[in-house]
């Protein structure tokens, strides 16, 4: 089993210790900031990765982002694509972001290069139902706002 025979240097002190440090050779550099092991045959084996993934954070340079991931499923892209049925599928990870239950119910809205679905409540789902005796006066309210 390997060990770490110090702590290794984080943050401001590796900074100024790898500064120090500017005329040795990278791996020199890494053992003498801590990036090291000693094997069960106490071979020394220096840690580059570690070392440089410490450099960078110290110069604030994330690499990974601050919350690990669970490994499981995929990162929501935000965008969809038109089906060879000409249908568009909203995933679930949308729909649970939003909070939406089966059976909720949306006003689809058709812009220029957009589409706006518009959830409606309960007093919604009543006026927006389509009335027989209506049809002439919906026709022109749809003419005056384009």
């Excluded at 110090?6 to 500017?22: D, H, I, Q, R, Y």
């Excluded at 960078?56 to 965008?79: F, N, V």
Aim: glycine share 8%.
């Amino acid at each position: 089993m390997t060990e770490t025979a110090t702590a290794p240097l984080t943050g401001k002190a590796l900074l100024a210790k790898v500064k120090e440090l500017s005329t040795l050779p990278r791996r020199e550099r890494a053992k003498q900031c801590g990036y090291y092991t000693v094997t069960k045959n106490n071979q020394v084996r220096v840690n580059l990765t570690d070392f440089y993934d410490a450099l960078l954070s110290a110069r604030g340079i994330p690499l990974s982002p601050e919350a690990p991931k669970d490994g499981r499923g995929r990162e929501p892209t935000y965008r969809v694509s038109v089906h060879q049925n000409g249908q568009i599928v909203i995933g679930a990870t949308y729909t649970k972001a939003m909070g939406l239950k089966p059976g909720d119910e949306f006003e689809i809205r058709l812009g220029y290069k957009h589409i706006h679905l518009i959830q409606l409540g309960e007093s919604d789902k009543k006026l927006t139902s389509p009335d027989l005796d209506s049809d002439d006066e919906s026709d022109e309210d749809l003419d005056e706002e384009e």
